[in-house]
């Protein structure tokens, strides 16, 4: 198929409408005429994640974080993102991102899935019609009451992350649970509105963790790549499900920090 019948695809299911105004979606490198033969899907386009694809054979590639993001004046081999820029075209590899379109339509229940909350409902709403409301995270009930350390603990194995960070009394009793992926210390507020016992997100740093405790919420920090890799497999079945004829490879699960 010709790579704009993809992109038609995913526009349709996962339209640009739908992200926020600072974020930059859609085909941002190649032509559209191109002939798409193997995917590969990747949560950010690092050189080391390029190579792999290139090393699969991939023609297009799908992260769920752009590449780019502001204005560039100059395409060349002086920074990491020119570079990056001159290897697709090189390889003739178009590149797709679909970031916090993907992040309201697509990660929120997916999220919520991993951590099976129930009686969902959007944590911070985007758009409200009078037909549905979208919007980042969900909040809900987990499957049964249990202590934040418990609840630290599911979450690792939830989403098979090697650690956690953990903000509040390990043995604190926690139900209602909000998440949002990536990075939601901007909706601290907005959980607490809902009444969340417990908030999963990534990114949290010193000052919003102890504040978020003194104002009555345990915070799980499983990191901005632990809450979002997911993006890789759900992606894949979703194409696989729509373009079954179509190859389509996964970036290695590889978190870009190491704790010692």
Known sequence: MKVK????????KYPAKAAEHWDNVGLLVGDDEAEVSHVFLALDLTEETLEEAIQAGADMIITHHPMIFSGIKKINNHDFTGRRIMRLIQNHI????????????????????????????????????????????????LSKQMS????????????????????????????RAAICT???????????????????TGDIDHHTGIDAVAAGLAVIDAGHYGTEYIFMDAMKKKLG??????????AKVKSPYTIL
């Open 148 to 175: 934040l350390r418990e609840c630290g603990e599911f979450v690792k194995a939830a989403l098979s992350l090697n650690d956690v960070k953990i903000y509040g009394d390990l043995e604190q009793s926690v139900h």
């Open 241 to 250: 499900e729509n373009f079954p004829e179509l190859p389509i490879t996964c």
């Open 94 to 141: 178009c590149y797709y991102a679909m970031h916090t379109n993907y992040d309201v339509l697509g990660m929120a229940d997916l999220s919520a899935d991993y951590l099976k909350l129930e009686e969902r409902e959007v944590l911070s709403v985007t758009e409200e019609t009078r037909d549905r409301c979208e919007g980042l995270g969900r909040v809900g009930m």
């Open 5 to 12: 019948e993809l992109t038609a695809w995913l526009e349709n």
């Open 182 to 200: 990536g990075s939601g210390k901007s909706m601290i507020s907005d959980v607490l509105a809902k009444g969340a016992d417990v908030y999963v």
